[in-house]
T-cell receptor
Framework: KQEVTQIPAALSVPEGENLVLNCSFT??????LQWFRQDPGKGLTSLLL?????REQTSGRLNASLDKSSGRSTLYIAASQPGDSATYLC???????????FGKGNQVVVIP | GAVVSQHPSRVICKSGTSVKIECRSL??????MFWYRQFPKQSLMLMAT?????????EQGVEKDKFLINHASLTLSTLTVTSAHPEDSSFYIC??????????FGPGTRLLVL
């Protein structure tokens, strides 16, 4: 069974600092990995999707890397802003279906 | 962009009643939709995979008679929590498999059973 772990569970940073969020998964036989953002009491917004053949994806201030063999992904958020405060969820999809396995999330607070 | 809606956004009901939650893909067709449950400070747990025109596939430990899923069209899946109890109180989120091999998530439904 795929286990997804996210570290740290929670962090607070001053505005302007770079954020580094880590995700690890136990089964490297994945089809893709996604990072999502979730605001309190809300649904999920997809941030980045990395296919298993890719090493990284970038969108604006966000960059996600994937090391499939070691079962790790890192989400970098450059020059953090208070609006980045949210929970960031990592999810992996196995080959053959789309049943996502989620981590518990990294809860981020960016202090103005 | 691909949009998924859920209705209602919040529901409070008495113990023993049944509650229906709708999940709609607004601008794309989805042969497959997914239902998740999320408890506070916990990750999303997949409950079942909803397939248009066929029976849903439930995850281990999820009671199919308790959580009835119907996927009658390519844009609508419903989850009915039957004989709800306080322990069913949770945040229920659906997703639809859409364009670019991405799952698009609904805004979620907060269920509180008194």
């Amino acid at each position: 069974k795929q286990e997804v772990t996210q570290i740290p569970a929670a962090l607070s940073v001053p505005e302007g600092e770079n954020l580094v969020l880590n995700c690890s998964f136990t089964d490297s036989a994945i089809y893709n990995l996604q990072w999502f953002r979730q605001d309190p009491g809300k649904g999920l917004t997809s941030l980045l999707l990395i296919q298993s053949s890719q090493r990284e994806q970038t969108s604006g201030r966000l960059n996600a890397s994937l090391d499939k063999s070691s079962g790790r992904s890192t989400l970098y958020i450059a020059a953090s802003q208070p609006g980045d405060s949210a929970t960031y969820l990592c999810a992996v999809s196995p080959y053959g279906n789309n049943r996502l396995a989620f981590g518990k999330g990294n809860q981020v607070v960016v202090i103005p | 962009g691909a949009v998924v809606s859920q209705h209602p956004s919040r529901v409070i009901c008495k113990s023993g009643t049944s509650v229906k939650i709708e999940c709609r893909s607004l601008d794309f067709q989805a042969t497959t939709m997914f239902w998740y449950r999320q408890f506070p400070k916990q990750s999303l747990m997949l409950m079942a995979t909803s397939n248009e025109g066929s029976k849903a596939t439930y995850e281990q430990g999820v009671e199919k008679d308790k959580f009835l899923i119907n996927h009658a069209s390519l844009t609508l899946s419903t989850l009915t929590v039957t004989s709800a109890h306080p322990e069913d109180s949770s945040f229920y989120i659906c997703s639809a498999h859409g364009p670019q091999e991405t799952q698009y998530f609904g805004p979620g439904t907060r269920l509180l059973v008194l």
